[in-house]
C-alpha cells in the first residue's frame, strides 16, 4: 500500500502531520511506521544539536545566516538516517508497539523468539552512517547473491552448511558450532556489515581488523561491552570477497598464536569451545557464549541443520 505521506517530510509540517493523522485509522501499520521514522528523526536531530552545543565557543566565519543552513543541514542529516533505519530506534519501536495481524505473524514472531538471538547487539551492527575506507573499496566482481544475502534462517543454514562443515573439519569441532556463531554475529545473515553501495562484507564471524590485517575493511559503529555496559563506538571490520574466505580466516584466527589454544583444546565438546572462545576474548558480550550455546542447542536450529546434508564439490557462494 502507498502512503499518502511524504516519507522526507518531518513533524514540523502539518500538512504531512495531518496526512499521518488520516492514514491511522486506514491502514493503522503503516502509520506506526511512519511514526517511528519520524522520532528517530527527531531523536537524532537532538542528538546533533546536542553536540553542537559542546563545541568550544563560535567558529571564525560562523553567523546567524551560516547557522540557519547548519540547522537545515542536520535536519537534513537526521531525516535520511530515519529513513534508511541505520540507527534502529524505529525498527525498536514498531517491535514494541506493533502487534502480530494474524495467527501466521505471530507464529512467525515466535519462530524468531526461538532463535534466541540477542537484538540490540544484532542490529548495532548495521551501520549509523554506512562508512568504508575509501582505500579498501570492495571488490567490484560481486555476485547478486551475496549483495540480497540471505532470505530466512533456513537459507542462512542450507547455503552456508557445506562450507561449515568443510572448515570446522580443520578445527574439530562440529559444523553447527560454525553456523550457530555466525547466525548470532550476524542475525542470520541479515545484520552483516556492508559497504555504503550495499556490497556485503561477508565478514561472517564479526572479525576486526586489526594491525594484523592488512586486507579491505570497513569502519562502522558497533556495540562493545565494557565492564558488562554496552558501549558504542567505531570499529574497522575485515572483507573478503566471498563467504568461503570468511570461514578460512576465521579458521586461520582461531588456529594463529596460543590465545585460543584451550578451545582448540576443547573442539570435541561444542560448549566448552565456545565458552573457551568467550574467556579468551573473541567477543566482549558477557552472556555471548550463552547465546550461541542456547541456538545450539534451540530444536529449530538443529532441524534445519541436520535438514542440510554438505555436498564438498557443490558450487560455493
Known amino acids: 500500500m502507498t502512503s499518502a505521506v511524504n516519507p522526507g517530510a518531518i513533524y514540523t509540517d502539518s500538512s504531512s502531520l495531518m496526512a499521518l493523522k488520516s492514514l491511522v485509522s486506514k491502514d493503522s501499520s503503516s502509520a506506526l511506521e511512519q511514526t517511528a521514522e519520524q522520532f528517530e528523526s527527531m531523536f537524532i536531530h537532538m542528538m546533533l544539536k546536542s553536540m553542537r552545543t559542546t563545541t568550544s565557543g563560535e567558529g571564525v566565519f560562523d ?36 502487534e502480530p495481524q494474524n495467527k501466521e505473524a505471530q507464529s512467525a514472531a515466535e519462530g524468531e523468539e526461538k532463535t534466541k538471538l540477542d537484538f540490540d547487539r544484532l542490529r548495532l551492527h548495521r551501520p549509523i552512517t554506512p562508512v568504508a575506507v575509501e582505500a579498501f573499496a570492495p571488490l567490484n566482481n560481486i555476485s547478486q547473491e551475496s549483495i540480497e544475502g540471505f532470505e530466512s534462517a533456513k537459507d542462512f543454514v542450507e547455503k552456508l552448511t557445506p562450507l561449515a562443515e568443510k572448515y570446522a573439519a580443520e578445527l574439530g569441532v562440529d559444523a553447527k558450532v560454525l553456523l550457530a556463531q555466525s547466525a548470532l ?12 553501495n550495499d556490497v556485503p562484507t561477508h565478514n561472517l564471524f564479526n572479525i576486526k581488523a586489526d594491525s594484523r590485517w592488512d586486507g579491505p575493511k570497513a569502519v562502522v559503529p558497533t556495540l562493545e561491552y565494557e565492564r558488562g555496559q554496552p558501549v558504542r563506538q567505531y570499529a574497522a571490520f575485515r572483507s573478503y570477497p566471498t563467504f568461503e574466505a570468511s570461514f578460512k580466516d576465521y579458521v586461520d584466527f582461531i588456529k594463529s598464536g596460543q590465545r585460543y589454544q584451550t578451545a582448540l583444546d576443547n573442539a570435541a565438546d561444542s560448549a566448552a569451545y565456545i565458552e573457551a572462545l568467550h574467556q579468551a576474548g573473541y567477543a566482549t558480550d558477557p552472556q555471548y557464549s550463552h547465546k550461541i550455546n542456547e541456538i545450539l542447542a534451540g530444536e529449530e536450529f538443529n532441524q534445519l541443520a541436520k535438514g542440510f546434508k554438505a555436498e564438498i564439490n557443490q558450487p560455493l557462494i
Do not use: C, H, N, P
Not at 535536519?75 to 514498531?94: C, H, N
Not at 554475529?185 to 555504503?196: A, D, F, L, P, S
Open 63 to 98: 553567523s546567524e545566516q551560516s547557522q540557519f543552513y547548519q540547522e537545515m543541514f542536520d535536519q537534513q542529516i537526521s531525516i535520511d538516517l530515519a529513513k534508511k533505519r541505520q540507527v534502529g530506534i524505529a525498527d525498536m519501536l514498531i517491535s514494541q508497539l506493533g
Open 185 to 196: 554475529e550476524t542475525g542470520w545473515g541479515k545484520y552483516m556489515v556492508r559497504y555504503e
